[in-house]
């Protein structure tokens, strides 16, 4: 049984092709951003990596050569004048654990490849060993060099795709899916729970979920979602039902439709979850606090510096967040794209402390320590040079205390470097980040200002129309 997929990539292809040759240097921190593979500038690196290929055993390139596959794709798109828009594509195809050997998958992939792309387009097949099923990686140059048309990646091309593999299953008497059911994950979907994190989708059905399960009717449901923030679109202008009923979350750009969304969160199947016998417990209540006698204390008010700036930005994050309380949250009361943050809280939890520690307020003052550290780490590497000679220069006297004290300055030198360079980092995704964090923040305050509003108006409105029935009451 083989799975397929494959899709387009628009970043720069030298750094795909060296990802798939060499992630040693970027799975870590692309992984973190939950679809890296999905970046050309990695993919053929990741492809035919050491490791994963056994010793790049299992490597084939198609029309083009392993050591220039990046010059030749960029050369087929010079030679008919294409060299925008999507760069490549990446596909991968994954069997059953135990039901291939790495040399079938392998002459499986390679005949795939050959089939579908091979008397048109540069397609690098590597297979991958390291993990507990064999699969498949295909980097294939966006432009033809037959003739210099763009590959299209069609739904009738996805289609050719999964029958041919289907097709070459059977050959090698291999199983097939003959009825698939439901809609599969796309790749990023797939690495993001891999890694233990969360998709959007991931998100979305963790929302459903929760909102079923303190809900007894659709309206109820889509009050406690609309809290969260999302948005429904689920009639159309005449009233009718859409073909394609969707919701929204706060923060995307477009529906996300909700059969689409995986088995059990369909419309229907909620509709069926909520008709159902449903706990009405909050999934994540709130710590019970004991009632406290407050006395009138003897003592002068203790004044806490209000923090501004950089600091004042993440503490107020982490506060909307609800990190920083001592009482645990509700995830209701934390907004969709927030909530993608608690997967990253020990990343945000340093960044915070760091700003605090260094008493950073502004974008100038984090430039500033930059550079700063930057030139420290100049310094501690010349110094570390400087040691590694002394090291060779009294490793041949054969002085061992002397040895043993240099690698001990060496040792000591590394560590501060070390430190230095994750402030160096630290710099740099604050840098990155502040800005959306503040964009983040103002449209929360908003939303919440919004929220206030509406409720004096409920109030509003409550209270004259129990105001209206009194009167009728007495009047009768």
């Known amino acids: 049984m083989a799975v397929t ?116 387009f540069e397609v690098v097949v590597a297979t991958h060993c390291n993990t507990g099923h064999y699969h498949n990686h295909f980097v294939l140059n966006s432009v033809s060099c037959a003739d210099g048309y763009h590959f299209d990646n069609s739904p009738y091309d996805y289609r050719r795709m999964r029958e041919e593999s289907d097709r070459l299953c059977r050959e ?32 979305i059905r963790a929302d459903i979920d929760r909102a079923i399960a303190v809900s007894i009717s659709w309206r109820g449901f889509q009050k406690e979602m609309e809290t969260c923030g999302y948005e429904f679109k689920i009639n159309g202008e005449s009233g009718a039902q859409l073909k394609y009923p969707g919701l929204k979350p706060p923060g995307a ?8 969304l995986g088995a059990g969160y369909g419309l229907d ?47 107020r994050y982490c506060y909307e967040l609800h990190i920083i309380e001592k009482h645990p949250a509700s995830a209701k009361r934390v907004s969709f794209f927030m909530r993608e943050d608690l997967a990253r809280l020990d990343k945000l939890d340093a960044q915070t402390r760091f700003l605090g520690k260094s008493q950073i307020e502004t974008i100038e003052n984090l430039m500033a320590h930059k ?61 990155l980040r502040s800005a959306q964090t503040r964009e983040e923040l103002e449209w929360l305050i908003d939303q919440q200002e919004n929220n206030r509003e ?17 009167n009728d009451t007495r009047g009768n």
């Open 5 to 120: 997929s494959i899709w387009p990539i628009k970043s720069h292809l030298e750094t795909v092709i060296n990802y798939a040759r060499n992630p040693e240097k970027t799975i870590e921190k692309n992984y973190e951003g939950m679809a890296a593979l999905h970046k050309i500038d990695n993919v053929v690196e990741y492809a035919a990596d050491n490791m994963k290929t056994e010793e790049r055993k299992y490597v084939t390139c198609i029309n083009c050569r392993e050591e220039t596959a990046v010059e030749q794709f960029m050369e087929t798109k010079r030679y008919w004048g294409k060299t925008d828009g999507r760069i490549c594509f990446h596909g991968y195809q994954s069997f059953k654990e135990a039901e291939v050997t790495a040399e079938i998958a392998h002459g499986i992939g390679v005949k795939l490849a050959e089939r579908l792309w091979g008397d048109r």
């Open 253 to 260: 750009k477009s529906f996300f439709r909700f059969h689409k």
């Open 172 to 203: 090698y008497r291999i199983s097939v899916i003959e009825n698939p059911t439901g809609r599969g994950k796309n790749y990023g979907e797939y690495l993001a729970e891999k890694n233990g994190k969360r998709s959007p989708r991931g998100t």
């Open 269 to 315: 199947d909620i509709y069926e979850r909520l008709s159902q016998e449903l706990s009405r417990t909050v999934p994540f209540p709130e710590e019970e606090r004991d009632e406290v006698l407050r006395h009138r204390a003897k003592t002068q008010p203790q004044y806490h510096k209000h923090m501004t700036g950089l600091q004042g930005l993440y503490i």
């Open 371 to 431: 550079n700063k550290t930057a030139g420290k780490m100049d310094i501690l590497a010349a110094k570390r040079n400087e040691l590694r000679n002394d090291l060779k220069r009294v490793s041949r006297n054969g002085d061992s205390a002397d040895v043993e004290a240099v690698k001990a300055q060496i040792a000591d030198t590394s560590a501060q470097l070390k430190t230095l360079r994750k402030d160096l980092v630290l710099c740099d995704a604050i840098a």
């Open 454 to 470: 509406e409720e004096k108006q409920y109030e509003l409105f409550g209270r004259r129309g129990r105001t209206g029935r009194e």
